[in-house]
């Protein structure tokens, strides 16, 4: 089965740090482009950084620069979303997306429907 899972969610304080990852089965990340997206309750859903499958390019958005570091682990098919200095605004459903056009991860805040494969959701939760 062709899927992307995502782990790692929780609860945490503000200040606090959690690792998310986006893990593959049943084919290889290498070949796509990584992005992660959030949805805050009674917000649209929000580009938040993006890993190109074609020279390791990152990009965030300016909401999480210098908070979140994404990264690829080949050996484990996963992508990894760092998060850093959390803060209660980041509390949402974060989920993370394969697409393996060229294009992706430069533009991949206004493509937000595209994505060859898709994952369930977790939820991050920031208070204290």
């Known amino acids: 089965q062709l899927q992307l899972v995502e782990s790692g969610g929780g609860l945490v304080q503000p200040g606090g740090s959690l690792t998310l990852s986006c893990a593959a089965s049943?084919?290889?990340?290498?070949?796509?482009?990584i992005g992660w997206f959030r949805r805050a309750p009674g917000k649209e859903r929000e580009a938040v950084s993006c890993?190109?499958?074609?020279?390791?390019?990152?990009y965030y958005s300016d909401s999480v620069k210098g908070r979140f570091t994404i990264s690829r682990d080949s050996a484990k098919n996963t992508v990894h979303l760092q998060m850093n200095s959390l803060k209660s605004e980041d509390t949402a459903v974060y989920h993370c997306?394969?697409?393996?056009?060229?294009?992706?991860?430069?533009?991949?805040?206004?493509?937000?429907?595209?994505?060859?494969?898709w994952g369930q959701g977790i939820q991050v939760t920031v208070s204290s």
């Open positions: 997306v394969a697409e393996d056009a060229y294009y992706y991860c430069g533009n991949y805040a206004h493509l937000s429907t595209l994505g060859d494969y």
């Open positions: 049943g084919f290889t990340l290498d070949g796509y482009s």
């Open positions: 890993i190109s499958h074609l020279d390791g390019s990152t």
